[in-house]
């Protein structure tokens, strides 16, 4: 979506401070967790449709599962494997959420992580694997959202996985 229009606003110290940290745990800019907001609650309150703003701003449609998947961080000897389940699925990438009490941690510090994820889809045998790499982080409270983009897909897989998109 085209940013094309700047709003300058005054705050509380108090409250940007807050904002500031609610977008370091989001793993957002404050500018991109204000423009979340604000375009939720716009949409909730029904003052205009997501289409208004342009369309879907992915590259890919995502389809909502709940699709059981294995998440691989790390590489080699150093290699931990731990359950999670996608949310949502495009050509594109992954919103996978681990539970709250799993033994997977994400650090809110520098690079996003880089790991690799494997599922079926439903009516196959054959697992289709991607590499990752996270673009946001989320808290609930409950669980751990991870929202990444596929990096380099093999084309193989896409094909796969197309299908399925549909």
């Known amino acids: ?38 375009t939720d609650f716009l949409q ?9 703003l342009g369309g879907e701003r992915r590259r890919f449609p995502r389809k909502k599962i ?9 590489t080699g000897s150093k290699a931990e494997t731990y359950p999670g389940v996608i949310l949502d699925i495009s050509r594109g990438g992954v ?8 033994e997977i941690r994400f650090t ?4 996003l992580p880089h790991f690799r994820v494997g599922f079926q889809v439903p009516q196959s045998r054959k697992e289709i694997c991607f590499d990752c790499v996270a673009r946001h982080m989320r808290d609930t409270g409950e669980e751990i959202q991870v929202g990444a983009n596929f990096s380099d897909p093999n084309e193989k897989n896409i094909q796969r996985l197309a299908p399925y998109l549909m």
């Open 44 to 52: 909730k309150e029904g003052f205009f449709l997501g289409q208004e």
């Open 108 to 111: 809110s510090k520098g690079e």
């Open 66 to 74: 709940t699709l059981p998947a294995t998440t691989v961080l790390g």
């Open 95 to 102: 919103l996978v959420t681990y539970a709250k009490g799993s």
């Open 1 to 38: 979506m085209e940013k094309d229009a700047v709003y300058s606003m005054r705050m509380n110290s108090k409250i940007r401070e807050a904002l500031r940290r609610a977008a370091k745990k989001e793993r957002r800019t404050v500018a991109s967790l204000l423009d979340k907001v604000i």
